[in-house]
């Protein structure tokens, strides 16, 4: 497949001012507004989704997996292409992707139908969490970036607490459907903003997609995914079934390892692991996606099944948590843009998040909601201050010509550890609801037979059962949820660990768009230098000395 691209953008270099960074920039922040109002519209109403198509746990979990399966499996081919092709019209396409999905979502008839349109969405969200931070890169120097990151982070808060808000409210009084049309109007405002104000250069190159290298990454993840839901109940984990499967996920990705050590345009870059600040911002997006995908997923069915709220009061309950990530995710951002300073933040983030979850893990069906309400305080507080920064320091490390894909690769790894978190989650979750409750009934002298799909992972509707049944399913559900949440501490430690070793390189003063002009200036002197000393062998490494100058945070690294 080959694409061209011959848009043409105000001059390289020219300094922008800050209207000219903040009218494009509402058009981003509108798009990624869409791609999270339209996901998070439905946490607060999944329970009552599932329940109303008869779904069962495992269903639940694949409603928000093949979401973030798609989102992971795509964000580095739409980072790729953002490398090599016009990155407006990709933020435009994405959109209109993800607006399609969520319209088709909405019509779903069963489980099956709605997994299946769910996917197509998170193609659409894999290339607007892939694009929007490229686009910034491009506007933005790293030094002014982090003021802007804040807002992202702002606006990712409010579509996170707005979004279950609303659905709470929509499914309350309309119905759950109609919470998959919310995003249209403003994704069709977003393309139009983007079209008159997004103006970047793009450079004219002939793109070559590595597709069996996607491939062998979206078959080995999905069959590591599949595994992680069935095994427990299925099949024994440490049956031949599971070693098959996980031996199968093995081979296919080491296969994509090969295949992108190969390609001439790989979809991830090995080369990027030879950065330091890179392979540990990697380490740590696993389990800040593990927290934030994991506890949002969660969180729902902790409010509605082991506290007896509504959708709309789910939503409502959510708010301490949504509220650390907005405060501390602008109020270091500002800090970040002014000092010029991030390691110290980003560590006391990984620490806060850290001691977040290892509180919730305490949780139960009858904990205080003042405690419930601080401990998601401290828990969004950390993942506001590591989120979005880990990105930020990332694009400052590496080549202005890789920014695309080397964003899009953090990006990738924070959604695939949300995915197989949130699949590892679910299993533990419906293993452990199924034993509590059973062994629950049981004790009660109740023959599990008789008590309907309590003990095979059925979602309950607590207003249909009986008294000491509903507290007997409360009960399992707050045990479990917060069993789930300590399942995320130890990756949350190798997250400080990882933070804490990152090089400490203060952040630059120019965009990507300004060092890839200044690169190619200088690699157009240079060369017509040795031409005119008749040193033409020369030309090559004088080429790679001009692009490393585009990007000596990483040459210094290397160093």
Same mark, same amino acid.
């Given at each position: 497949?080959?694409?061209?691209?011959?848009?043409?953008?105000?001059? &390289?270099?020219?300094?922008?001012?800050?209207?000219?960074?903040?009218?494009?920039?509402?058009?981003?922040?509108?798009?990624?507004?869409?791609?999270?109002?339209?996901? !998070?519209?439905?946490?607060?109403?999944?329970?009552?989704?599932?329940?109303?198509?008869?779904?069962?746990?495992?269903?639940?979990?694949?409603?928000?997996?093949? !979401?973030?399966? /798609?989102?992971?499996?795509?964000?580095?081919?739409? %980072?790729?292409?953002?490398?090599?092709?016009?990155?407006?019209?990709?933020?435009?396409?994405?959109?209109?992707?993800?607006?399609?999905?969520?319209?088709?979502?909405?019509?779903?008839?069963?489980?099956?139908?709605?997994?299946?349109?769910?996917?197509?969405?998170?193609?659409?969200?894999?290339?607007?969490?892939?694009?929007?931070?490229?686009?910034?890169?491009?506007?933005?120097? #790293?030094?002014?970036?982090?003021?802007?990151?804040?807002?992202?982070?702002?606006?990712? $808060?409010?579509?996170?607490?707005?979004?279950?808000?609303?659905?709470?409210?929509?499914?309350?009084?309309?119905?759950?459907?109609?919470?998959?049309?919310?995003?249209?109007?403003?994704?069709?405002?977003?393309?139009?903003?983007?079209?008159?104000?997004?103006?970047?250069?793009?450079?004219?190159?002939?793109?070559?997609?590595?597709? *069996?290298?996607?491939?062998?990454?979206?078959?080995?993840?999905?069959?590591?995914?599949?595994?992680?839901?069935?095994?427990? @109940? =299925?099949?024994?984990?440490?049956?031949?079934?599971?070693?098959?499967?996980?031996?199968? $996920?093995?081979?296919?990705?080491?296969?994509?390892?090969?295949?992108?050590?190969?390609?001439?345009?790989?979809?991830?870059?090995?080369?990027?692991?030879? @950065?330091?600040?890179?392979?540990?911002?990697?380490?740590?997006?696993?389990?800040?996606?593990?927290?934030?995908? %994991?506890?949002?997923?969660?969180?729902?069915?902790?409010? =509605?099944?082991?506290?007896?709220?509504?959708?709309?009061?789910?939503?409502?309950?959510?708010?301490?948590?949504?509220?650390?990530?907005?405060?501390?995710?602008?109020?270091?951002?500002?800090?970040?843009?002014?000092?010029?300073?991030?390691?110290?933040?980003?560590? !006391?983030?990984?620490?806060? *998040?850290?001691?977040?979850?290892?509180?919730?893990?305490?949780?139960?069906?009858?904990?205080?909601?003042?405690?419930?309400?601080?401990?998601?305080?401290?828990?969004?507080?950390?993942?506001?201050?590591?989120?979005?920064?880990?990105?930020?320091?990332?694009? @400052? &490390?590496?080549?202005?010509?890789?920014?695309?894909?080397?964003?899009?690769?953090?990006?990738?790894?924070?959604?695939?550890?949300?995915?197989?978190?949130?699949?590892?989650?679910? $299993?533990?979750?419906?293993?452990?609801? !199924?034993?509590?409750?059973?062994?629950?009934?049981?004790?009660?002298?109740?023959?599990?037979?008789?008590?309907? @799909?309590? %003990?095979?992972?059925?979602?309950?509707?607590?207003?249909?059962?009986?008294? #000491?049944?509903?507290?007997?399913?409360?009960?399992?559900?707050?045990?479990?949820?917060?069993?789930?949440?300590?399942?995320?501490?130890?990756?949350?430690?190798?997250?400080?660990?990882?933070?804490?070793?990152?090089?400490?390189?203060?952040?630059?003063?120019?965009?990507?768009?300004?060092?890839?002009?200044?690169?190619?200036?200088?690699?157009?002197? /240079?060369?017509?230098?040795?031409?005119?000393?008749?040193?033409?062998?020369?030309?090559?490494?004088?080429?790679?000395?001009?692009?490393?100058?585009?990007?000596?945070?990483?040459?210094?690294?290397?160093?």
């Amino acid at each position: 497949m080959s694409l061209t691209s011959t848009e043409t953008s105000p001059i &390289a270099g020219t300094p922008r001012t800050r209207r000219q960074v903040l009218v494009p920039l509402s058009g981003l922040l509108l798009g990624m507004f869409v791609a999270l109002l339209a996901s !998070t519209v439905v946490s607060s109403s999944l329970p009552k989704i599932i329940g109303d198509l008869g779904g069962t746990q495992a269903g639940y979990t694949w409603v928000v997996t093949s !979401t973030l399966l /798609a989102t992971t499996v795509s964000t580095p081919i739409w %980072g790729k292409l953002a490398d090599l092709t016009n990155r407006k019209l990709l933020i435009q396409i994405s959109l209109v992707v993800f607006v399609v999905g969520s319209g088709l979502a909405g019509l779903a008839q069963n489980t099956e139908m709605l997994i299946f349109f769910r996917v197509l969405q998170g193609l659409g969200a894999g290339g607007l969490t892939a694009l929007v931070q490229v686009v910034m890169a491009d506007i933005i120097p #790293p030094r002014e970036r982090g003021r802007y990151m804040g807002l992202l982070g702002a606006v990712m $808060a409010v579509a996170t607490v707005g979004g279950p808000l609303l659905g709470g409210v929509i499914t309350d009084s309309a119905g759950w459907r109609w919470n998959f049309y919310i995003a249209v109007p403003f994704a069709i405002a977003a393309i139009i903003v983007l079209q008159k104000t997004l103006h970047i250069p793009t450079h004219k190159r002939k793109v070559t997609i590595d597709y *069996l290298g996607a491939v062998l990454i979206a078959a080995g993840v999905s069959l590591l995914l599949i595994w992680v839901t069935l095994a427990g @109940n =299925q099949f024994e984990w440490g049956s031949v079934a599971s070693i098959a499967m996980v031996g199968g $996920a093995v081979l296919l990705l080491a296969a994509a390892v090969v295949t992108e050590l190969k390609v001439k345009e790989p979809i991830i870059p090995m080369t990027l692991f030879k @950065n330091r600040t890179f392979w540990l911002a990697v380490i740590a997006s696993i389990s800040v996606g593990v927290a934030m995908f %994991g506890t949002s997923v969660f969180l729902s069915q902790y409010m =509605q099944l082991a506290r007896g709220k509504t959708p709309t009061e789910s939503g409502l309950l959510t708010i301490p948590m949504i509220g650390g990530v907005l405060i501390s995710s602008i109020v270091i951002g500002q800090v970040i843009s002014r000092t010029g300073k991030w390691k110290r933040y980003m560590v !006391t983030g990984s620490v806060l *998040l850290t001691i977040g979850l290892a509180l919730m893990g305490t949780i139960r069906y009858d904990t205080s909601f003042v405690l419930v309400f601080l401990f998601m305080f401290v828990m969004g507080s950390g993942v506001g201050m590591v989120m979005q920064n880990l990105v930020l320091i990332v694009q @400052n &490390a590496v080549d202005p010509r890789q920014i695309g894909t080397a964003s899009a690769s953090v990006a990738f790894f924070r959604s695939l550890g949300g995915t197989i978190g949130v699949s590892v989650m679910g $299993a533990v979750l419906g293993s452990r609801i !199924t034993t509590l409750v059973t062994d629950g009934i049981v004790k009660m002298g109740i023959d599990p037979a008789q008590a309907g @799909n309590l %003990g095979d992972g059925g979602i309950p509707n607590l207003s249909t059962l009986p008294g #000491p049944i509903r507290t007997l399913v409360e009960s399992a559900y707050g045990e479990a949820v917060a069993d789930v949440f300590l399942l995320a501490v130890p990756l949350a430690i190798i997250s400080i660990i990882a933070i804490s070793l990152l090089p400490a390189r203060s952040l630059g003063t120019k965009t990507s768009v300004e060092q890839i002009a200044e690169a190619e200036a200088a690699t157009l002197v /240079a060369v017509s230098a040795a031409e005119i000393a008749g040193d033409p062998e020369g030309q090559e490494e004088i080429e790679l000395q001009a692009a490393s100058q585009a990007a000596p945070g990483e040459a210094t690294e290397r160093a």
